[in-house]
């Protein structure tokens, strides 16, 4: 008579019992609500650098943390803050209103706004520099604004009246989803170039 190991024998009677060894979760699998002590705002994006979570939102609110458990917020403007990255150094978030804010420590911030009436909801870095995009409403034109110390921005035509989704940075590109599944393309943020995805639908949003 031929006999298993123990083990093969214990893990079939587990699977007879529908019963399972117990394993290590990843820390990916659970998640937990925490809250910035700032109820009334919604928060739009969030960034870590520099040993600090930042996350922006409506009413010109920035809430900062070192844990992701206990925050610490402040409204350096009045203006709704899209988007918050972190890039060499420091902190850049943008808003409405052409609004550009910098922090190296994610408590003090300068208001680095180039004074255009750019509607900013996207920001990103890559290449050695920051690249914002926004819209204007008249004319309705899309822009992206660029600058290597995002203290100094310079602003570039970009498309007509296009719905914009998210930006990313990888491989050495930015890319910008807009409209019917056609992606834009740039490596400086001032020359962009389309690339269909093969999709039909609005592009909203991508990562990397």
Not at 107 to 125: A, C, M, R, V
Not at 142 to 155: C, E, H, M, P, R
């Amino acid at each position: 008579m031929k006999t298993r190991p123990l083990h093969q024998i214990t893990f079939s009677l587990l699977a007879l019992l529908g019963l399972t060894l117990p394993c290590a979760a990843h820390p990916l699998d659970l998640w937990y609500s925490r809250f910035t002590n700032s109820p009334a705002t919604t928060f739009y994006s969030v960034a870590y650098g520099n040993g600090n979570f930042v996350a922006v939102g409506g009413s010109g609110a920035i809430a900062r943390s070192t844990d992701g458990n206990h925050w610490t917020v402040t409204n350096p403007t009045a203006q709704v803050l899209n988007e918050v990255t972190y890039g060499s150094g420091k902190f850049v978030a943008v808003g409405y209103g052409g609004t550009i804010l910098t922090s190296s420590n994610a408590i003090n911030w300068e208001d680095h706004s180039p004074g255009t009436n750019i509607y900013l909801q996207k920001i990103s870095f890559g290449n050695s520099r920051f690249v914002a995009l926004g819209y204007t409403i008249s004319p309705a034109f899309n822009w992206s604004l660029v600058s290597t110390d995002g203290i100094a921005w310079s602003n570039y035509f970009v498309a007509s009246n296009k719905p914009a989704g998210g930006l990313t940075f990888g491989n050495g590109l930015f890319v910008y989803p807009l409209a019917k599944g056609t992606n834009l393309l740039s490596a400086d943020g001032i020359s962009w170039w389309s690339r269909p995805s093969g999709l039909t639908n609005d592009l909203y949003m991508i990562g990397s």
